[in-house]
C-alpha cells in the first residue's frame, strides 16, 4: 500500500480534499484527527477520539479507513448516521478514487423483507383487516423491483404498520440455506456483499447483537474484520448491555405458539395432540407470567428462591409444556426444514428461563419491565468491560471510538474504565466554533431546587420568558417524560408560537415539521438529546429542565452503584456524575452546528452554579460565554 496517498496528503491546506469540493474549509483538528487514525491502524493501537461538533470526523476516520487496505467495520449509534455515511459521505470520495471502494451497508434481519413469506402470505390466511391488505399491497409491489429488501425504501408504509412483523426476515423463522428462496433472499445478498467489501457500514445495534451470537454455535451476520471505527462511541456501553444480557417475555411465547401453528398448517403436520400441547403452553405461561404484579416500567427483582418456593407449580408447568412442545417437534415424520428453526426457538426458550429463575449471578443485575401487556424479564451485566475486553478489545488489532461528547473535564478516565480499555491512545479535537461569541449559557438562580414540587410551575415561567426572547425557535428538553408533559401543559396555551411535543408523531416527522413550521417550539425527552441536526436561525434556543443524571432507582442503575459502592468507590463523581456530564453535552450539541449558529443554552437547575460539582460540568462543556441574568439573554438575541 506504499503508493497510497497519505491522510496528510488529503486534509492539508491545498490537498486533495480542497482540490474536489469548492467549499473544502482547512481545519487544522480535522487533520490531526485523520493522522491519530492512520496511525492506529498502521500500529494496531487503539484510539479514543472526542471530535467537537464542526470537526469533520466523518471523513477524517473513513478516509485513514479506506486507506489503511484492511477490512474495516463503521459502526454507528444511529441509522440515521448510518444511512448519511453509505448514501452521501462514501459516494462522495468514492467518485475521485481511481479504483472503486468496495463499501456495503448492513442493518439488523427485521429491516429486510423475507421472500419466502412474502410467498407464503399469498397462500394463507395470516393478514387482519383492511389495514394490513393494503399494507400487504404496498410491500408487494415494491418487493417485486427492489434490489436491497431495505423498509427504508418504503416510504409509502406507515411507520406502526403490524404486517410488517408479519413479513421480515428475522432469524426465528429462517431455515437459512435450505430455504427455497436462498439464492433470492436479501439477507444472502446483504452477506454475499459484506464478504466482497473492505469497508462495511453497521450500526450498533447490529454490531453488538452479532458479537454476542458469535460467542454462541449459531455464528453472526459480519464476517471477520481487521479494524473497527465506533462513531457515536457514547452509547457503547448500553447498546452492548443490552445483548450480552437475555430476555425472556410472555411475548415470545405467543408467538412461538403462533408461529408453531401458522407452519404446522401449511406444512401439514399439525394433529390433535400438538394443539393440545400449544394451548397448555400458552395457558402455563399466561399464569407464569400473571404473577409478575410489578408496576408499569422498570423494576428490580431479586428474590428468585421465594417466587419460586411460592409459584413453583406453574414455572414448572411452563417449563414441561416447552419440553413436551420439543418433543412434538422432534418426533414430526418428514420433518419440513421449518421446524428446525421453531425447535431451536422453543430449547432455547426454555434454557434462557431457566437460567433466569434458577441461576442468578452477583455479577448480573434481573430486572423486570412491564409495557402495556408485555412482561418482560431482563438480565444485563452490571459491567460490561470484563466481556468487551475479552471479546473485543483483546480480538481486535485496532479500533478507535470517537463522538463529539466523550471525555470528562478533558480526560477518557470513565469511558476507558466503563468500557475496559487499556494501552490505548487517546486525543481531544477542539470543535471549530468561536462558542464564545455564538453561545450563551444561562443558569437562572431564582428558581426552586429542580427536585421540590415547586420546581415544575416556576420552571414554566421561565420557558415561558426566554421562548418570548427567542421568538420559539426553541428545543426545551426534559430529563422525564411526566415533566415533559406536565410542564407543556402550563405553557402551551400561553404561547403565541406553534408547539410539537415528542411522542404525538414519529421522530423524523416531529423534526421535519420543526424545521419547517417558523418560530416552532419543540418538546422533548432524551431521544431528542442527540443525533439530531438542526441548523440555522430555526433552532436558536435549547432549554433543558434540569442535570440530566440517570434515575437512581432505575434497576440497572441502581446496581451499578451498588457495585462501585461495594468495592470502595463513589458512586456519584465516579458514574453518576461523569454519565450525567456526557449526557448534558450531547443535549448542548444540538443548539451550535455551523460557524453561522447563534443561540442561547439555558439549564434551569442551579445546582451547576451552587454545587461543588457544578466544576465538572463546566470543565466538560465547551468555552460558551456565561451569564445568570436573563436580561443578558435579552442583549444576546437582540444582536441576532
Known sequence: MSSQPSARKFFSRQGLLAQWHANYEFRPGQLQMAEAVEAALTDNRHLIVEAGTGTGKTLAYLIPAILSGRRVIISTGTKNLQEQLFFKDIPFLAQHFPNPLRVSYMKGRNNYVCRQKMIDAEREPILSGLEEVSDFKIIRDWELQTQTGDRAELKDLPEGSTVWAKLDSRRELCSGQKCPQFERCFITKMQQEAAASDLIVVNH?????????????????????????????????????????????????????????????????????????????????????????????????????????????????????????????????????????????????????????????????YWIEKRGRGVFLQATPIDVSPMLREMLFDQIPAIVLTSATLAVEGKFDFLEKRLGLTMNRSLVVEGSFDYQKQALLYVPQNLPDPRTPAFPRAAAEEIIELLKLSQGRAFVLFTSYQQMTHVRELVDYRLDYPTLLQGTKPRSVLLEEFRATPNCVLFATSSFWQGVDVQGDQLSCVIIDKLPFAVPSDPVVDARIRALRETGGNPFFDYQIPQAAIALKQGFGRLIRAKTDRGVLAILDHRITKQRYGQVFFDSLPDYSFTMNRDDVARFFSHV
Do not use: C
Open 205 to 365: 445495534h447490529l454490531f453488538f447483537a452479532d458479537l454476542a451470537v458469535k460467542q454462541t454455535d449459531f455464528g453472526g451476520v459480519i464476517p471477520d474484520y481487521e479494524a473497527v471505527i465506533f462513531d457515536e462511541a457514547h452509547e457503547i456501553e448500553d447498546v452492548a448491555g443490552q445483548y450480552f444480557g437475555i430476555t425472556v417475555s410472555n411475548h415470545q411465547i405467543t408467538d412461538l405458539v403462533r408461529d408453531i401453528n401458522a407452519t404446522a398448517r401449511r406444512k401439514e403436520f399439525g394433529s390433535s395432540e400438538l394443539d393440545r400441547t400449544l394451548v397448555s403452553v400458552n395457558d402455563a405461561s399466561d399464569r407464569f407470567f400473571a404473577h409478575f404484579q410489578q408496576p408499569e416500567g422498570r423494576t428490580g427483582f431479586s428474590n428468585h428462591a421465594a417466587f419460586l418456593e411460592e409459584h413453583r407449580e406453574h414455572y414448572d408447568d411452563l417449563l414441561l409444556g416447552l419440553e413436551l412442545l420439543g418433543a412434538h417437534l422432534q418426533l414430526v415424520k418428514h420433518q419440513p426444514e421449518e421446524i428446525i428453526p421453531l425447535f431451536r426457538r422453543t430449547d432455547d426458550f426454555r434454557a434462557r428461563l431457566k437460567y433466569w429463575m434458577e441461576a442468578p449471578e452477583k455479577t448480573t443485575v
